[in-house]
């Protein structure tokens, strides 16, 4: 089991990028996915997630209207769509997989800055 995340980078606020979280060895179409991150010096907190084979989506209050979770089953990937950015937004993003445990990604930066 392996998760690959990328589409991390460098945005200015407002602007938009969309995180990859590419699975191998299962499919993320019936486990439980969710979106992580953590700025500097604070805790990891659960952004997002998807349920497993019903596709309810959650998201944390702040990320609400700006952040869309998906995803593929044919490319066996899940996706977070980020709109209208913000510094507070800055961090690593991590995927999480729940299988019979967990499961989760090396990490992507992002960095909200004028």
């Known amino acids: 089991v392996q998760l690959v995340e990328s589409g991390g980078g460098v945005v200015q606020p407002g602007g938009s990028l969309r995180l990859s979280c590419t699975g191998s060895?299962?499919?993320?179409?019936?486990?439980?996915m969710s979106w992580f991150r953590q700025a500097p010096g604070k805790e990891r907190e659960l952004v997002a997630s998807?349920?497993?084979?019903?596709?309810?989506?959650n998201y944390e209050d702040s990320v609400k209207g700006r952040f869309t979770m998906s995803r593929s089953s044919a490319r066996n990937t899940v996706y977070l769509q980020m709109n209208n950015l913000k510094p507070e937004d800055t961090g690593m993003y991590y995927c999480?997989?729940?299988?019979?445990?967990?499961?989760w990604g090396q990490g992507t930066q992002v960095t909200v800055s004028p």
């Open positions: 060895g299962f499919s993320v179409s019936s486990y439980t």
């Open positions: 998807i349920v497993d084979f019903g596709g309810r989506t």
């Open positions: 999480k997989g729940l299988l019979w445990r967990e499961f």
